[in-house]
């Protein structure tokens, strides 16, 4: 997805420059090409000859290196870019970057460049945490300078643990890709009709208590905006979704899967339907009128469940209003693909996206996804990447299909 696109990745003296290596690894194996500039703190965490050898580019360290001034110059360097990268963005280099510096090679190329910057910033907490580095990353926003991270955790310091860690190489990898996607407002989907629904549904237990999922809705409302900005005329149907509703959109808000279920048949036809929402399988039979009460002795309240109406399968199989593309998700926690294969089958749907949503994976509630397209040709293993690409990238293959089916 990043075939062809240049990169200059400029390496913080933080212990988390060791991460770097991967990071250039997992770029170059997206097709992307690689060039390096160390400052002279790096170079105590890693090394020119082992970032180097994984980049198969020259190393750059010196602002006043004649040979490379010569060769490539920082100028020059600076602007050949799609993107600059810095990466880990230590308070230090933050705090030069925020008052124009350009004392040494990395400074230097960031003062010069024309091009998108984006920092993963990396440092102790407390650090981060500093009314100093606030004020500072305050100036690189207003800028217009993009960061990916910190993240909470474990630090390389004995019992810290805080935000300060560097975005793991897959988040920054992300964020480049959605930094340099193209805009999807090409008009590929211009006078088409698209119905995605997205989000979880809550099904009432009482008045105060329900069933529902960890879903965010964060990937149906991408995909929803990625179809808008594609030309499509897009109803999303989303139920109690954290995401805020994306802008040319038509949202048409519920709570159950019944409310869902009568939404999606009131705005059949379609050209196509994307089903992302996590509808709850199961609600309550009777939901109490009243809150239920804790029993005297403590015992639990007994509850009986029936099924939900089946979406995506009463679509899949209508007999009159059926889309042209039915596209269906399946959110697993193993066994990914053979359960969405058997869900293909079942649902009688097109294509189905597939993706591990264990609580390793990090994909509930996060901004990162990785997918597999399950169709009847076969399966496509997708990259892990930003949810707005992975959408953008879903909105493209759905346009696709549609030309072809004239």
């Not at 594609?230 to 048409?252: H, N, Q």
């Amino acid at each position: 997805m990043l075939t062809g696109k240049r990169i200059l990745l400029i390496i913080g003296g933080g212990i988390a420059a060791y991460k770097c290596l991967d990071l250039i690894r997992r770029l170059k194996e997206r097709g992307a090409s690689v060039r390096t500039v160390l400052t002279r703190s790096a170079r105590e965490f890693v090394t020119p000859l082992s970032v180097g050898a994984v980049s198969g580019e020259r190393v750059l360290t010196e602002l006043f290196d004649l040979t490379a001034e010569q060769d490539i110059g920082h100028i020059r360097l600076s602007r050949e870019a799609d993107l600059v990268v810095v990466a880990p963005a230590t308070a230090d280099l933050i705090a030069r970057m925020a008052h124009g510096l350009g004392d040494d090679l990395a400074t230097a190329v960031l003062l010069a460049t024309d091009k998108p910057v984006l920092i993963a910033p990396a440092m102790n907490p407390r650090m981060w945490a500093h009314p100093a580095t606030r004020r500072n990353m305050a100036q690189l926003a207003a800028d217009g300078i993009a960061r990916v991270g910190p993240n909470a955790g474990a630090m390389a310091e004995r019992d810290e643990f805080g935000e300060g860690r560097m975005a793991e190489p897959m988040e920054i990898l992300a964020a480049i890709a959605a930094r340099l996607a193209p805009p999807a407002g090409d008009g590929a989907l211009k006078g088409r009709r698209i119905l995605i629904t997205s989000g979880p549904t809550h099904e009432p237990i009482d008045p105060v208590r329900y069933i529902a999922n960890r879903s965010s809705g964060k990937q149906g409302h991408a995909v929803a905006a990625a179809a808008a900005a594609a030309g499509a005329e897009v109803v999303l149907v989303s139920g109690p979704a954290e995401a805020a509703d994306p802008a040319g959109v038509r949202v048409i808000h519920v709570e159950s899967a019944r409310e869902m279920m009568a939404a999606v048949e009131a705005n059949l036809p379609a050209d196509a339907a994307v089903f992302a929402a996590a509808v709850a399988d199961w609600r309550v039979a009777d939901a109490a009128e009243q809150k239920i009460k804790k029993a005297a002795g403590g015992e639990a309240p007994s509850l009986t469940l029936v099924e939900n109406p089946d979406i995506l399968a009463a679509v899949a199989r209508h007999p009159t209003l059926r889309p042209r593309l039915v596209v269906g998700f399946a959110a697993e926690t193993e066994n990914v693909v053979a359960h969405a294969r058997a869900k293909l089958a079942r649902k009688g749907c097109d294509w189905i996206v597939a993706n591990d949503v264990s609580p390793a994976s990090g994909v509930m509630g996060g901004d990162v996804n990785t997918v597999h397209l399950v169709t009847a040709a076969g399966i496509e293993d997708w990259p892990a990447a930003a949810k707005a690409e992975v959408a953008r990238h879903l909105v493209a293959r759905i346009a696709a299909a549609l030309g072809e089916s004239k």
